[in-house]
């Protein structure tokens, strides 16, 4: 079965720890990859996202994401998050151009 | 418009009442997407609408719910006979659909409660 799959659900860090946060999918066809996050009583905004050349990708805010294509992965990065880093992140897939597959969440807390 | 517009932003309902809501997809976006985002269960798919395509309706849990997409643009999500489990919030998306390199972008969703 198509998925998409966040193994993290809570996470809770200090400020200035490193953040990853797991993302794998299981779909043959062409995908691109993206990470949304949702700031506490916001809408969901992009974070960042693949769609083909360096398997690492940068987005706003400090975040990475690196896909493995044999891993079927697109984990996100941070190497030191802040307070205003907590919030919902979203990892999703796009097939063949079709419609958005999306993780179940992760809910990061950030303590200050 | 600027972005993709859901109304209204709040809905209370009582308990086996029908509700409409409304999306307003970014113009020229030919995909428009409804999602329920619920308590600890993350974003539910519901429907996918794709150009002039037959929607995909595999993700509408009940046949409570339906929804249309008139002339390509606004869309239209109902649900019937309202239950309490359907207390969610519901998220509509669009984008360039069918192109290659192209994301998805969230209205700020209509929260609906069921009493």
């Known amino acids: 079965a198509q998925s998409v799959s966040q193994h993290n659900h809570h996470v809770i860090l200090s400020e200035a720890a490193s953040l990853e946060l797991g993302c794998n999918y299981s779909?043959?066809?062409?995908?691109?990859l993206f990470w949304y996050v949702q700031y506490p009583g916001q809408h969901l905004q992009l974070l960042l996202k693949?769609?083909?050349?360096?398997?690492l990708v940068k987005g706003i805010k400090g975040f990475e994401a690196e896909f493995i294509k044999s891993k079927f992965s697109f984990n996100l990065r941070k190497p030191s998050v802040q307070w205003s880093d907590t919030a919902e992140y979203f990892c999703?897939?796009?097939?063949?151009?079709?419609?958005?597959?999306f993780g179940s969440g992760t809910k990061l807390n950030v303590k200050p | 418009g600027a972005g993709v517009s859901q109304s209204p932003s709040n809905k209370v309902t009582e308990k086996g009442k029908d509700v409409e809501l409304r999306c307003d997809p970014i113009?020229?976006?030919?995909?428009l997407y409804w999602y329920r985002q619920s308590l600890g269960q993350g974003l539910e798919f519901l429907i996918y609408?794709?150009?002039?395509?037959?929607?995909?309706k595999s993700g509408l849990p009940s046949d409570r719910f339906s929804a249309e997409r008139t002339g390509g643009s606004v869309s239209t999500l109902t649900i019937q006979r309202t239950q309490q489990e359907d207390s969610a919030v519901y998220l509509c998306?669009?984008?360039?659909?069918?192109?290659?390199?192209?994301?998805?972008?969230f209205g700020q969703g209509t929260r609906l409660t069921v009493v």
């Open positions: 779909y043959g066809g062409t995908v691109n």
């Open positions: 999703a897939v796009n097939v063949d151009f079709n419609k958005f597959y």
């Open positions: 693949y769609f083909s050349g360096d398997p």
């Open positions: 609408f794709q150009g002039n395509s037959a929607p995909d």
């Open positions: 113009s020229g976006h030919t995909a």
């Open positions: 998306a669009s984008s360039l659909g069918g192109l290659p390199n192209t994301e998805a972008f």
